[in-house]
T-cell receptor, first 114, second 111 residues
Framework: EAGVAQSPRYKIIEKRQSVAFWCNPI?????LYWYQQILGQGPKLLIQ????????DSQLPKDRFSAERLKGVDSTLKIQPAKLEDSAVYLC????????????FGPGTRLTVT | GESVGLHLPTLSVQEGDNSIINCAYS??????FIWYKQESGKGPQFIID?????DKRQGQRVTVLLNKTVKHLSLQIAATQPGDSAVYFC??????????FGKGTHLIIQP
């Protein structure tokens, strides 16, 4: 089966610009996650969706980050305006359900903010 | 806040030897733990998981041990191969359902 798809793979922007990342989860997976992974650290959960509803966005910097999953399939994560400290890899993951099933990760989008 | 962490940032082993990667967690309420492998430029890849009602679980060449008394988790990789070179993360599945990851251990396989 196809894995989690993400695009773009790389993005370089200047601070104060905006950027958007796209994720297509594994077909049939109801739960979708966005993680931020700063270099040298483990991924940190930003937001979790169950179908098209937000389950947990407690660690999402809502003043600049937003995410949606309108039809319960694809998802986009947006940063506006970007800061230098947003430079990281943004990982999307999906799982069949919220019941602690295995999460499958995409390859990530590497964002560099200059 | 609660977190999971790893004892060593880098572990170097000879090819063919066994390796043990350790992890300490702090949330005593955690009941689900996972090990992920992450190669350069890729997303984390599931290796093995264990629930808190178990002490040990084995997979193909990998074994996870859970000691709830001291809140310690370990990953044992038997007969390491060059392809095992990667960063290994332990993660905790908590009440929010998203995973809490540690910082990672970089496993280097020496020829």
């Amino acid at each position: 089966e196809a894995g989690v798809a993400q695009s773009p793979r790389y993005k370089i922007i200047e601070k104060r610009q905006s950027v958007a990342f796209w994720c297509n989860p594994i077909s049939g997976h109801a739960t979708l996650y966005w993680y931020q992974q700063i270099l040298g650290q483990g991924p940190k959960l930003l937001i979790q969706f169950q179908n098209n509803g937000v389950v947990d966005d407690s660690q999402l910097p809502k003043d600049r980050f937003s995410a949606e999953r309108l039809k319960g399939v694809d998802s986009t994560l947006k940063i506006q305006p970007a800061k230098l400290e947003d430079s990281a890899v943004y990982l999307c993951a999906s799982s069949v359900s919220r019941e602690r099933d295995e999460q499958y990760f995409g390859p990530g989008t590497r964002l560099t903010v200059t | 806040g609660e977190s999971v962490g790893l004892h060593l940032p880098t572990l170097s082993v000879q090819e063919g030897d066994n390796s043990i990667i350790n992890c300490a967690y702090s949330n005593s309420a955690s009941d689900y733990f996972i090990w992920y492998k992450q190669e350069s430029g890729k997303g984390p890849q599931f290796i093995i998981d264990i629930r808190s009602n178990m002490d040990k679980r084995q997979g193909q060449r990998v074994t996870v041990l859970l000691n709830k008394t001291v809140k310690h988790l370990s990953l044992q990789i038997a007969a390491t191969q060059p392809g095992d070179s990667a960063v290994y993360f332990c993660a905790e599945g908590g009440g929010a359902d998203g995973l809490t990851f540690g910082k990672g251990t970089h496993l280097i396989i020496q020829p």
